[in-house]
């Protein structure tokens, strides 16, 4: 008889594929972040290109972060190890579909009056599902919360850290954004690059705490120390 891959084998697999895409993606947002720090002699419409294009850059670490949830429930779930049974999963799945919709949503209508609203749900939803991770993560470590197992536990806690981070950076480019209107009508100022520089190297020192708590949560879901 041919050696068949079970479905837990399948699905880790897809669970590695998405740290991998989540942490491609996110070191390119990086990268472009920088680029267009040093970007200060190019001309106001091309610095506003370069900055769209970083906005949908940072729709695939969203995307990947909604698809690791998934995933991970997932390999626990037909690992034994969650609270959760297989037949469960169809609604982390539903959650996660319909929040993965929502991402693009807000993203393609953030400058229609209903889209705002919808970009402000989706902090609401983070916040909520960050805190929901931090409470049971801990809640886990030090009593008897829904995950069983310690490292487990931590790695939901870091989920939860990871979220709230990610929902950080979002209020710390606000200035950014406020900014960028004068700044198509006057160029270049001492005012605007300083923003520039407060904001996005703010942004990219967040990110890189993020990048330290997913490649912990990475090992944490391979080795399963304790």
């Known amino acids: 008889m041919e050696p068949t891959i079970d479905t837990y084998t399948w699905v880790f697999a897809l669970h590695m594929i998405v740290i991998g895409y989540y942490m491609g993606s996110d070191f390119v947002v990086d990268q472009w972040t920088w680029y267009l720090i040093k970007s200060h002699k190019d001309p106001a419409e091309e610095r506003v290109r370069k900055l769209k294009f970083l906005l949908i850059c940072d729709q695939h670490p969203r995307m990947g972060l909604i698809l690791f949830i998934a995933t991970g429930f997932s390999v626990e779930a037909l690992a034994g190890l969650s609270p959760l ?3 469960d999963l169809w609604w982390v799945w539903l959650i996660c579909a319909v929040w993965f919709a929502e991402v693009w949503i807000s993203f ?3 400058h229609k009056p209903w889209g705002k609203r919808i970009v402000d749900l989706d902090v609401v939803w983070r916040f909520l599902v960050g805190g929901t991770f931090l409470v049971t993560g801990a809640w886990s470590l030090v009593g008897e919360g829904p995950f069983a197992p310690h490292w487990m536990a931590l790695k939901y806690l870091l989920l939860g850290c990871l979220i709230a981070g990610g929902v950080s950076i979002r209020f710390f ?4 954004a406020k900014a960028l209107p ?3 009508k006057t160029g270049s100022t001492p005012t605007f690059e ?4 407060r904001t996005l190297f703010l942004a990219m020192k967040v990110n890189w705490g993020l990048w330290a708590l997913f490649i912990i949560m990475a090992v944490l879901t391979i080795w399963r120390p304790f």
Do not use: G, K, S, T
């Open 85 to 87: 049974v297989p037949a």
């Open 108 to 110: 393609l209508n953030e």
């Open 173 to 176: 480019v606000r200035d950014l």
């Open 182 to 184: 004068e700044f198509m």
């Open 194 to 197: 300083a923003i520039v520089d």
